[in-house]
């Protein structure tokens, strides 16, 4: 599984605009980064994607946007992984 996540996540890095990614199990225990994603983050970002399904029950899963004025951060869980991919605007 590690050779597949870690080619999965250098094929994300790729598109444009793309600046990091990081993947997390439910625990928020960090299962890959690459680029300027920060392990340090890795648990409030399975927290901020456990609580969004929370907000809207009985859905797929939401899709939560981070922005500032320079970056976006994207997070979406899917199963037991939480994935944030970083995006420079």
Known sequence: MEKSLEKHMTNVLNNHG?????CVDKHGLCLGVKGNADTKASGCLAAISQEAEKIIPNL???VVCIESSSSNILI???????TAIYKHN
């Open 18 to 22: 793309v600046t990091g990614m990081i």
């Open 76 to 82: 979406k869980s899917h199963e037991d992984c939480t």
């Open 60 to 62: 797929d899963t939401p």
